[in-house]
């Protein structure tokens, strides 16, 4: 199927694309890290890949990655056309963010990589007990139950 904008559209069109500040991952996460009374973390630091949240105190780096962005393995659908492109971009995606990861972790950090359908339903509290125990902040209860932060 041929693409119904000009080349000119389709790049003003991606461009509106944000690389941060995605209300399904980051903004997503952030409301949930304040829920749970999870502190201590910085975003926009100068690090290899761009963590979407850095743990300082923790050493700890914690990415979100959109099932379609970064091809999850449960949720992507593989776009109809273009496949060779789409197939293309994706798996560089996927070396990207393995190249990252090692990256940080032999430079000493710790890694978490959560998918995007990751930061609701019984994926959740997973989701929060894999950041706590990298930053070292099992201990911490939060403020709220799971059931209200998902509602």
Same mark, same amino acid.
């Given at each position: 199927m041929a693409d119904i904008w000009s080349k000119r559209k389709r790049s003003e +069109?991606?461009?509106l694309v944000h690389s941060h500040g995605n209300k399904a991952t980051e903004l997503r996460l952030i409301e949930v890290l304040?829920? $749970?009374g999870i502190a201590?973390?910085?975003r926009r630091q100068k690090l290899p890949g761009n963590p979407d949240f850095v743990f300082r105190k923790g050493h700890a780096c914690v990415? +979100?990655?959109g099932c379609f962005w970064h091809g999850?393995? #449960?949720c992507y659908r593989r776009p109809e056309s $273009? #496949?060779?492109y789409w197939d293309a971009k994706v798996q560089r995606n996927r070396e990207r963010d393995r190249l990252v990861t090692r990256?940080? #972790?032999s430079a000493g950090w710790r890694v978490v990589r959560i998918w995007e359908h990751q930061l609701s339903g019984k994926h959740l509290y997973r989701s929060l007990r894999r950041i706590r125990l990298t930053i070292g902040a099992e201990?911490?209860?939060g403020g709220y139950s799971i059931e209200r932060t998902l509602s």
């Open positions: +069109v991606m461009s304040r829920a $749970h201590g973390w910085r990415f +979100v990655d999850c393995p #449960r $273009h #496949r060779a990256e940080l #972790r201990s911490q209860s």
